[in-house]
């Protein structure tokens, strides 16, 4: 029903934004993506929306590209995943990283997302699989799972281990490559 809004950002807060469009102000929940990309209070924004309804409620999801939008839609047809658990798994990590752990059936990134334990991230794969493998490139994934891996058992905090492996260049493949361009990056 409401697919995309275009106004001013009157609230920006890292759980929800509010955007007024023509003098109404819409309550748009946001991922930690679109947070990140979204401008500062007062400045032109452009939202793709999912009006979710329930019995009690009217809520707007928000996001900054299509994307992640139809990624979100994908989470929110499986059965057991709501849309706060969706706007979740989109905060703990980019589309792609997301794309290849279901890709390569590795559980662990989704299991790190609050409320998500071993048997749903499982039932996220089996449901996905199949749906996003033509826009897979394997391989990817284990690598940054395991620099992950390494940072944190470094004493590094996970957030500030996914954000500086999202710096290294793709083309830094192996996990020892990855993990030595992080610690020189962080170091700095």
Not at 47 to 57: P, Q
Not at 58 to 82: H, K, P, V
Not at 110 to 129: D, F, M, N, R, W
């Amino acid at each position: 029903m409401i697919s995309l809004l275009k106004g001013t950002i009157e609230l920006n807060t890292d759980k929800y934004v509010v955007v007024e469009v023509n003098g109404i102000g819409y309550k748009i929940y946001i991922s930690g993506n679109t947070f990140k990309n979204l401008p500062k209070k007062g400045e032109k924004v452009k939202i793709y929306t999912h009006l979710h309804v329930r019995e009690n409620a009217m809520e707007l999801y928000g996001f900054f590209n299509t994307e992640e939008l139809d990624f979100f839609e994908l989470l929110i047809s499986i059965s057991g995943i709501g849309p706060k658990g969706a706007l979740s798994i989109l905060t703990v990590s980019s589309i792609e990283t997301l794309k290849n752990a279901i890709a390569n059936e590795e559980s662990s990134i989704l299991t790190k997302v609050s409320g998500i334990g071993k048997k749903t991230a499982e039932k996220i794969i089996l449901e996905l699989k199949s749906k996003i493998s033509d826009k897979i490139f394997s391989g990817g994934m284990s690598t940054d799972s395991e620099a992950i891996d390494a940072l944190t058992s470094l004493g590094y905090k996970l957030k500030d281990a996914r954000e500086i492996l999202k710096k290294i260049p793709k083309e830094v493949k192996s996990v020892e490559d990855r993990v030595r361009e992080a610690l020189k990056l962080l170091g700095k």
